[in-house]
């Protein structure tokens, strides 16, 4: 008797449920279909009206052709442009209303506008700009079928805040004229304030029109913004709305803009300033997790092969792609992905061949059939209630603040080097093994945050509180059990910035005077450890970048946190997870060792693109594996399945002796492909040229490799 089987590798996993979307891997395209970039995710995100501005060949078709060209050939079709920035020439050149509207650019000190473009500056988003997003963007793809949107990278640069369309917003919303952001503290923060209002309001204006104009329509329009974390923006002086999105009823989710451009950039750790990839995205991702997780909404986490600095070799991309890839699936609670953008940059553009080469090639061969093998796991990748290894429930307190104490230079009385600050509290952990989390004072008051937690790592040398909302809720966490461990001086210059702490009859000096007035303790607590309830307070005289900017500077921040911690704390240069039969281990150098990870089995490499059964494999400091686990998955009774390939797998059908299906991908990529099957085959079809067959008799696979093909490779084995 024949079944068809929907999804491949049923054999191992089965899909998250229960998400907002339908779909659970998509990737972003400026382009109409083409063979070249059939990336065989489950949705396209077609970007922009007008197309992606730094594309030239993105415009060339309506964006309707587009859309229609991807549904075609079998995607869910999906729209992204950005809030920001995008070919809005229309609108900035007067030809929308008949008014030039250039003035609405960020503007900078010294008076030049801030470019993502030609004619296209990054944007003070006015209401009439609002207005034009509303009319001539978003109606026009509701129009034309879409039902899911995504306004991306809602960002204003702290260094901006000098146009004229900038200081009539802030009349508006301060109710007293605009003070130049360079003359002092109190002026920067209101004036990054005021930047992140301005793009919270524009994306409620934005969606809530798009689910209205929806339902007009008998559509259910789902909203997502895609967005850097706040640990990233905060680093590149940007400001964004962030975790107060939770707060907008019109917002379905996100998507966590993490990859090698965010994750590389250099930070403090034991006195040395360096790039850290693997640590940082997994910090990245762990904030958009937090940010995401108590709210119930959906994020995906992206990954780039790639980055939009052009000036690395092919070499330095696969590197810390692993790296990132590795982050985003040792958090378990989430497997929605994007697994790329702008496929067309990927498998056409020119990139160095390799370190001190200027000769630029295509992706080799090698990496392509890598990078397929890895996103095609991503489209079967279940949840797990598997923690990632380590000593869990600390935690380190962010907030939306960190981004409005960030200025363009040192200003006197504050200096906060690479986010140093954060860092301090968060790489003497991470980089031991401990698996920090973080979590947004914007989100205290859900109830999920604290299910875990168990030591809650603060600072307010580099963040002011908002509302006081979230003192009241650290209070009460505390007084029931809980472990905190607040670090620093509390002398930098935004201490005194007007805010809720120092105005409307309340007097303290600074926001910590408030949370331990809240606790039952005293004003300008000196350092020492507290007892609160049923829980504790330790107080460290630092700042947190004093911890990392100093070579050993974190012992006696780590001994404070062994001490707070209920039970040990288990330290070890490794992080490891299991997600069903696949396994993950990142072994980070600078640690507590120098020691490798060997994982003992029978495994598939699949950071390898020949795709090997290995019975051994070891990790060194610096490096990560991705293995899928054979003896999870080889059980006495068979059942055929594609275990690992770099083509997507559909239209299966098993037989008691005969299995088959259908492979796409991309052309001028190599298919291959380690299926498991009972005994090994006795007739294979195979509608490609075979240029490996390979049968494994200790893990019962087979590996095939042809050349893949859009319209499918037909795979018929009989055994």
Request: net charge neutral.
């Amino acid at each position: 008797m024949r079944r068809l089987l929907i999804v491949g590798f049923l054999c191992l996993t089965a899909a998250g449920a229960g998400a907002q979307n339908r779909e659970k891997t998509v990737f972003q395209t400026s382009r109409a279909w083409m063979p070249e970039i059939d990336v065989r995710a489950d949705a396209a995100i077609v970007y922009g009206v007008g197309g992606n501005p730094g594309d030239r060949n993105a415009g060339s078709s309506p964006v309707e052709e587009r859309i229609r060209s991807w549904k075609e050939k079998g995607y869910a079709t999906h729209f992204m442009t950005g809030i920001a920035w995008g070919n809005y020439q229309d609108y900035f050149t007067g030809e929308w209303d008949g008014r030039q509207h250039m003035d609405e650019g960020q503007v900078q000190l010294n008076g030049d506008t801030i470019w993502h473009g030609k004619d296209v500056p990054y944007i003070v988003p006015s209401m009439n700009f609002l207005k034009y997003m509303k009319e001539k963007h978003i109606k026009r793809v509701i129009d034309a079928g879409i039902d899911v949107i995504y306004l991306e990278e809602p960002e204003f640069w702290a260094y901006a805040g000098y146009s004229e369309s900038f200081k009539r917003e802030w009349q508006d919303f301060y109710g007293f004229p605009w003070r130049p952001q360079h003359e002092s503290p109190a002026n920067t923060y209101l004036s990054n304030k005021l930047k992140y209002h301005l793009y919270y309001r524009a994306l409620n204006e934005c969606f809530t029109y798009a689910k209205a104009y929806g339902k007009s329509k008998g559509m259910d329009v789902k909203c997502f913004v895609p967005t850097h974390s706040l640990i990233n923006y905060s680093q590149w002086q940007i400001v964004s709305p962030e975790a107060s999105l939770a707060s907008l009823p019109c917002v379905d989710g996100y998507i966590a803009q993490v990859w090698t451009g965010t994750s590389r950039v250099p930070n403090y750790y034991n006195g040395l300033m360096k790039e850290r990839v693997f640590e940082n995205a997994f910090l990245e991702y762990g904030c958009l997790q937090q940010m995401t997780a108590p709210t119930g909404r959906q994020v995906y986490f992206l990954t780039d092969p790639i980055e939009d600095n052009a000036s690395y070799d092919w070499t330095d991309y696969k590197r810390n792609y692993e790296a990132t890839f590795t982050a985003q699936l040792l958090y378990p609670g989430n497997n929605f992905y994007e697994v790329m953008p702008w496929p067309e940059r990927i498998y056409t553009g020119l990139y160095k061949k390799a370190i001190g080469s200027e000769e630029k090639i295509r992706i080799p061969r090698y990496f392509s059939t890598q990078m397929q093998v890895m996103i095609n796991t991503l489209n079967q990748m279940p949840l797990s209630q598997e923690e990632v290894s380590g000593s869990q429930g600390i935690y380190v307190l962010m907030s939306n603040s960190l981004m409005f104490q960030r200025t363009p230079e040192p200003m006197e009385g504050y200096d906060d080097p690479q986010l140093a600050d954060f860092h301090g509290l968060a790489f003497p952990l991470l980089k031991r093994g401990v698996p920090v989390k973080t979590m947004h004072l914007e989100n205290t008051g859900y109830a999920e945050n604290w299910k875990d937690a168990k030591v809650l790592l603060m600072t307010y040398a580099n963040m002011k509180p908002m509302t006081p909302d979230g003192h009241k809720d650290i209070a009460q966490w505390v007084r029931n059990g809980g472990r905190l461990v607040y670090c620093g001086r509390d002398d930098d210059a935004f201490q005194q910035v007007p805010e809720w702490w120092n105005q409307n009859g309340q007097d303290y000096a600074v926001p910590s005077d408030e949370l331990f007035t809240q606790l039952g303790l005293s004003r300008g607590l000196p350092a020492g450890s507290y007892s609160v309830g049923k829980g504790h307070v330790y107080v460290l005289r630092q700042d947190p970048k004093e911890l990392v900017m100093q070579e050993g500077g974190d012992k006696e921040f780590l001994k404070l946190v062994q001490k707070a911690y209920p039970g040990t704390l288990e330290l070890s240069n490794t992080l490891t997870l299991n997600r069903g039969a696949y396994e993950l281990a990142a072994v980070m150098d600078e640690s507590v060792s120098n020691k490798p990870y060997v994982r003992k089995g029978l495994f598939i490499d699949l950071f390898d693109p020949a795709l090997p059964v290995v019975k051994k494999k070891t990790v060194l400091p610096g490096q990560q594996a991705f293995l899928l686990n054979l003896d999870k998955v080889k059980t006495k009774k068979i059942t055929p399945c594609v275990l690992a390939a770099s083509a997507r797998v559909t239209h299966e059908e098993i037989t008691e002796h005969s299995y088959s299906f259908v492979a796409k991908s991309p052309v001028n990529t190599t298919g291959i492909l380690r299926v498991m099957l009972p005994s090994r085959p006795t007739e294979s079809r195979i509608s490609q040229n075979v240029r490996r067959w390979e049968w494994n008799s200790l893990s019962h696979t087979l590996v095939l490799e042809f050349e893949n093909q859009p319209e499918g490779v037909k795979v018929e084995l009989k055994f």
